[in-house]
């Protein structure tokens, strides 16, 4: 059978306090949106409608690579009016999951479940039981049945008693939508067209009404400020780490640990407190990251130690190297096995060979630099002359003196060392020393000035 995803995104989110549509901020670094979207394609939904409301514009081209059919709800006059503006395009067989934008946790598991339950009835839901179910809609039984979902404001002292609750999650058949949702009407205590109501008509048809709860009770949150967008995100967190922890890593502290983006990991990978990893990532077996790393869409492989406070983004770092601590690897550094970065080095754009090092203080950009060379402190490519950027080319076994500048484009052979604070401008031959610097002005029995007393 093909399913729909319905999700209800109209809301304004006021209390939010933001510019930002509530369904773009974001979760994890992705917006509540896409998680709801990620979720709806990792279940194979055929059809994705999402219907908006308050700032369109932004949440559509927020997702215009994705193959999403957006209806307006112009005027927010319920939820059973947002799903009412999908009919023009709902499709007339297949069943529809209807999810909320501003609900991003909801799984895959969840939503499987219902799906199961609700293909024999027609009709099912998620409905979680809770101590206290104050400001949400009741799910009034009888003899275990569901009778009716009644909205807090139109509920009895007695029904205002019940546990459980209906969090908003529905799994419907397109036939019944297209037959129910056009008899709506909003004559209640909030003058909205109820989406619940549709409960009382799938009785008056003779069905029963499925529900599921879902694994964990963290899935049916909504967001509405950011007191509660920062709970759901330290809960999202708490998940993900213990993920991480159930397939093998140490994770010092679970939670000063983040995640915004996908962890792919070997064995015995161990992580500090206070790091930030985003996008797409990749740590091999035994790689170690210090404390206060940010690590952006970056590869380490096996055996890697990573120091404090070092700062990684689209890198691609080889086996048993040594990075930081405060290192900068910038897009497109890519070094080989047991490269040692170390402490304010900046890396951009540059290979670095087998075994080379550059310990202390230098930049290295547009670089390729061969293997076992040693660059030492405060060296720096100089790559770029205001408008164009140049490369440099460091061979195998070279030895950089300290503070030396290479004026790109410029090619350092194999073998060749650089004398300490040489500014060089002409490529250096193989095996050869090349120094360059002003003659050193010497005086002997030099005084140097002197304080005048007051
Ligand atoms: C609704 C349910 C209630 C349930 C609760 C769970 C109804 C009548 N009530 O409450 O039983 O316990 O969700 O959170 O459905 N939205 C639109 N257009 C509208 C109105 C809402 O797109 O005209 C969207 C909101 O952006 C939000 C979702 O629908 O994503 C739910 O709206 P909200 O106002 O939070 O739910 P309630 O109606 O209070
Ligand atoms: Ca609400």
Redesign the pocket.
């Known amino acids: 059978m093909s399913t729909t995803v319905i ?7 006021t209390r939010m306090r933001s510019t930002l549509p ?2 773009l901020q974001p979760l994890a670094g992705r917006p509540l949106l896409g998680h709801v979207i990620e979720t709806a394609k990792k279940i194979h939904a055929e059809n994705i409608i999402t ?3 308050h700032g369109g514009d932004r949440v559509q081209s927020a997702f215009a690579d994705q193959d999403i059919k957006w209806v307006e ?1 112009a ?8 799903v009412q503006m999908t009919l023009p395009v709902l499709p007339q067989d297949g069943i529809s999951l209807i999810l ?4 991003p946790c909801i799984s895959q598991n969840t939503l499987q479940k219902l799906l199961d339950a609700s293909s024999q009835t027609g009709i099912g839901l998620v409905t979680l039981t809770v101590d206290d ?1 104050t ?4 799910i009034v039984r009888e003899n275990g049945q569901i009778q009716a ?4 404001k139109d509920a009895t002292e007695q029904q205002r008693q019940i546990k459980e ?5 529905y799994c419907v058949s397109n036939a019944k939508l297209h037959e129910w949702l056009p008899k709506l009407s909003n004559n ?1 205590a ?1 003058g ?6 549709i409960v009382a008509m799938a009785l008056a048809d003779g069905l029963t009404v499925a529900s599921v709860e879902p694994e964990q009770a963290f899935e ?1 949150e ?1 967001v ?1 400020d950011r007191i509660q967008l920062a709970a759901l995100e330290r809960q999202f967190q708490a998940n993900l780490a213990k993920k991480l922890m159930q397939q093998g890593v140490h994770l010092i502290d679970p939670s000063r640990f983040d995640l915004r983006g996908n962890l792919v990991v070997g064995q015995d990978v161990r992580i500090d407190i206070n790091v930030i990893i985003e996008g797409e990532c990749e740590f091999g077996d035994y790689v170690e990251i210090g404390a206060g790393c940010i690590i952006k869409n970056t590869k380490i492989a096996a055996g890697t130690k990573v120091q404090p406070y070092s700062i990684f983004d689209q890198a691609i770092v080889g086996e048993d190297a040594q990075i930081g601590p405060f290192a900068r690897l910038r897009p497109g550094a890519k070094l080989a096995a047991e490269v040692h970065i170390g402490n304010f080095v900046e890396v951009k754009n540059s290979t670095v060979g087998v075994g080379s090092k550059a310990n202390h203080f230098t930049y290295l950009g547009d670089a390729e630099v061969g293997c076992g060379s040693n660059i030492g402190a405060g060296t720096i490519t100089c790559n770029y002359d205001g408008a164009n950027k140049f490369k440099t080319i460091i061979g195998d076994h070279a030895f950089i003196g300290s503070n030396s500048a290479l004026v790109a484009p410029v090619t350092i052979g194999n073998g060749a060392t650089v004398g300490a604070g040489s500014t060089i401008t002409r490529d250096v031959e193989e095996n050869s020393l090349a120094v360059e610097r002003s003659k050193q002005f010497t005086k002997e029995n030099y005084q140097r000035p002197q304080k005048i007393k007051k």
């Open positions: 999700i209800l995104a109209a809301g304004k989110g509530k369904v219907i908006y409301g709800q005027e927010q006059l319920g939820t059973g009016h947002a909320s934008g501003d609900v179910a400001g949400y809609g009741r979902i009644v909205e807090h609750f209906n969090t908003g999650i209640n909030q909205e067209y109820y989406l619940t109501d049916v909504g509405n």
